[in-house]
């Protein structure tokens, strides 16, 4: 089944312990993207990448960090959480060519609380 | 900078009325514009798309045209069910970045039998 999976899917931590939200996709998508969902404001892009070892920032890129190893690996890292990223993540993936252009396939979303 | 402008939510209607959200854009250049779904507890799924000025998306009996006059890409749906009941996300694309992506702050649809 064509899917994009993210893990852990609900995590508590405390500020400053440094986590990694990992994603991956099996559909050989070029194209990944991380986005942060808080009410009222929808969805806001994070990083994105266009392919192995490419990435760029999105919208609200601090705080966080990203890399690209593997096709279908793009794990997200916050180095010292804070409260205020206290979120709803979403991962999504698509085809090459024009990424976000392409129907973007989203994971289930990854539940943060940072106390 | 780009920018998606939602009408708040939520929308209350009962099954069989006709259902409109408005999203209104700001971009420079020419957009790609989408209408994503969210069910409860689901990630984001994508509805329609237009990628030019005056095409229509469809899908699912739902539906937007792009209009680069108004820039607005307004979702309708002739007959709602209550399988419709979720949240709506307008969303563009950036034409000079097609990487980039930004969405409105959702509109959610509730409806009733």
């Known amino acids: 089944e064509a899917q994009v999976t993210q893990n852990p899917r609900y995590l508590i931590t405390v500020t400053g312990k440094k986590l990694t939200v990992t994603c991956s996709q099996n559909m050989n998508h070029e194209y990944m993207s991380w986005y942060r969902q808080d009410p009222g404001l929808g969805l806001r892009q994070i990083y994105y990448s266009m392919n192995v070892e490419v990435t760029d920032k999105g919208d609200v890129p601090e705080g966080y960090k990203v890399s690209r190893k593997e096709k279908r690996n793009f794990p997200l890292i916050l180095e010292s959480p804070s409260p205020n990223q206290t979120s709803l993540y979403f991962c999504?993936?698509?085809?090459?060519?024009?990424?976000?252009?392409?129907?973007?396939?989203f994971g289930p979303g990854t539940r943060l609380t940072v106390l | 900078g780009d920018s998606v402008t939602q009408m708040e939510g939520p929308v209350t209607l009962s099954e069989e009325a006709f259902l409109t959200i408005n999203c209104t854009y700001t971009?420079?250049?020419?957009?790609?514009l989408f209408w994503y779904v969210q069910y409860p507890g689901e990630g984001l799924q994508l509805l329609l798309k237009?990628?030019?000025?005056?095409d229509k998306g469809s899908n699912k009996g739902f539906e937007a045209t792009y209009r680069k006059e108004t820039t607005s890409f307004h979702l309708e749906k002739g007959s709602v069910q209550v399988s419709d009941s979720a949240v709506y996300f307008c969303a563009l694309s950036d034409r000079d970045n097609f990487n980039k992506f930004y969405f409105g702050s959702g509109t959610k649809l509730n409806v009733k039998p």
């Open positions: 999504a993936s698509s085809l090459r060519g024009q990424g976000a252009q392409n129907e973007q396939f």
């Open positions: 237009a990628t030019k000025a005056d």
């Open positions: 971009a420079t250049g020419y957009p790609s």
